[in-house]
Antibody, heavy 121, light 110 residues
């Protein structure tokens, strides 16, 4: 059974940093693209970042470029999202999701339960 | 404003058939496959339809998807109370080089 379990969510002050983790199990983690998708309170879904199965390629939504870094540890089946210079508008539930390629039909077939990040003074 | 446009709300009575639209452009819906996600209240999104019209194992055949040019639709037939949820369309956008979501449609079963 595929499982994705996020951790690391917290309340953080504007300008602060936080790292989210996503522990994966039930599938060959190193064979899949992985992503982070967020949902602000009462709002819709927004893709945040992708990482290729081998970690060689990453991409980000414009609003987090230069502030967020997606990475992975294929030896321990963990996905990360390092977030810096956090802003109030980054407040959201962050979901870890498994992505299926190729890009023209890219979709998320499994999602974690989410981790809440709240940015406030 | 989302890249993909969905109606913010939809409603129907049990047993009815409803459709939810998703409008995009040539850089996304017009050239790539559309997918749909269902988000029940207080839960994580779940894949509902992939590659325009494919259902994952376990999704009832009451749910169906279609795509034409730069628009896509999700149809739900024989509506049930447990279908009350938010529905999102999504697709890869070639110009943005990433997946994009519609703004979501909140379905109410009256």
């Amino acid at each position: 059974e595929v499982q994705l379990v996020e951790s690391g969510g917290a309340l953080v002050q504007p300008g602060g940093s936080l790292r989210l983790s996503c522990a994966a199990s039930g599938f060959t983690f190193r064979s899949y693209w992985m992503s982070w998708v967020r949902q602000a309170p009462g709002k819709g879904l927004e893709w945040v970042a992708n990482i290729k199965h081998d970690g060689a390629e990453m991409s980000y939504v414009d609003s987090v470029k230069g502030r967020f870094t997606i990475s992975r540890d294929n030896a321990h089946n963990v996905l990360y999202l390092q977030m810096r210079s956090l802003r109030a508008e980054d407040t959201a539930v962050y979901y870890c999701a498994r992505g299926l390629i190729p890009k023209w039909q890219f979709y998320f077939d499994f999602w974690g339960q989410g981790a809440l990040v709240a940015v406030s003074s | 404003q989302s890249v993909l446009i969905q109606p913010p709300s939809a409603s129907g009575t049990p047993g009815q058939r409803i459709t939810i639209s998703c409008s995009g452009s040539t850089s996304n819906v017009g050239s790539n496959a559309v997918h749909w996600y269902q988000q029940l209240p207080g839960t994580a999104p779940k894949l509902l339809i992939y590659r325009n019209n494919q259902r994952p194992s376990g999704v009832p055949d009451r749910f169906s998807g279609s795509k034409s040019d730069t628009s896509a639709s999700l149809a739900i037939s024989r509506l049930q109370s447990e279908d009350e949820a938010d529905y999102y369309c999504a697709v890869w956008d070639d110009r943005l080089n990433g997946p994009v979501f519609g703004g979501g449609t909140k379905l109410t079963v009256l």
